[in-house]
T-cell receptor
Framework: DSGVTQTPKHLITATGQRVTLRCSPRSGDLSVYWYQQSLDQGLQFLIQYYNGEERAKGNILERFSAQQFPDLHSELNLSSLELGDSALYFC??????????????FGPGTRLTVL | AQSVTQLGSHVSVSEGALVLLRCNYSSSVPPYLFWYVQYPNQGLQLLLKYTTGATLVKGINGFEAEFKKSETSFHLTKPSAHMSDAAEYFCAVTASTGNQFYFGTGTSLTVIP
């Protein structure tokens, strides 16, 4: 158990819908990272938040957004869902925001299926 | 910019044989390098990391990796494979000056009894 929790574990929805994925980082970690893992594209970095502020952006679509709340939990919002958005979405947390020698601890993931 | 290439998306070894998973990186600044393992239906778990200092890094479950700057490589090895090593392995790089991780496409390890 990494100490990172993600809810829900599974999510099935229809095209055009909007969903919210939730992540709680390890106690004491200030950074939260979101990744998308699909069979054809591997593990793709989406976005990072550090202590409530956006710190880095990766291959995140405009239909996707995220935020980190004062209690440090984070939510990833996916809207206007398409079939191709079906994937595993991982959240990871880390102690620091800038010193990347600190490893990331991954949650168990949320499996999103868009029908 | 940083990037990672993992040679071989699938590797099969016999139980007890040497495990060698290859990772080459590209980085314009001194890199930090990581190996993660992902078991079925689970998140990624850190195996080992290289930041500074000794270039031979030992990790959990008997794995180790050697940072070779001249070859821009960070290959993962284990002397004797166990059935429980069957999993997906990811190499990742980040810049010592940055905060974004770049993952390879992963290598699926199969251990044959």
């Amino acid at each position: 158990d990494s100490g990172v929790t993600q809810t829900p574990k599974h999510l099935i929805t229809a095209t055009g819908q909007r969903v919210t994925l939730r992540c709680s980082p390890r106690s004491g970690d200030l950074s939260v990272y979101w990744y998308q893992q699909s069979l054809d594209q591997g593990l793709q970095f989406l976005i990072q938040y550090y202590n409530g502020e956006e710190r880095a952006k990766g291959n995140i679509l405009e239909r996707f957004s995220a935020q980190q709340f004062p209690d440090l939990h984070s939510e990833l919002n996916l809207s206007s869902l398409e079939l191709g958005d079906s994937a595993l979405y991982f959240c990871a947390s880390s102690v620091a925001g800038q010193r990347t020698q600190h490893e990331q601890f991954f949650g168990p993931g949320t499996r999103l299926t868009v029908l | 910019a940083q990037s990672v290439t993992q040679l071989g998306s699938h590797v099969s070894v016999s139980e007890g044989a040497l495990v060698l998973l290859r990772c080459n990186y590209s980085s314009s600044v001194p890199p930090y390098l990581f190996w993660y393992v992902q078991y079925p239906n689970q998140g990624l778990q850190l195996l080992l990391k290289y930041t500074t200092g000794a270039t031979l890094v030992k990790g959990i479950n008997g794995f180790e990796a050697e940072f070779k700057k001249s070859e821009t490589s960070f290959h993962l090895t284990k002397p004797s494979a166990h059935m429980s090593d069957a999993a997906e392995y990811f190499c990742a790089v980040t810049a010592s000056t940055g905060n974004q991780f770049y993952f390879g496409t992963g290598t699926s390890l199969t251990v044959i009894p």
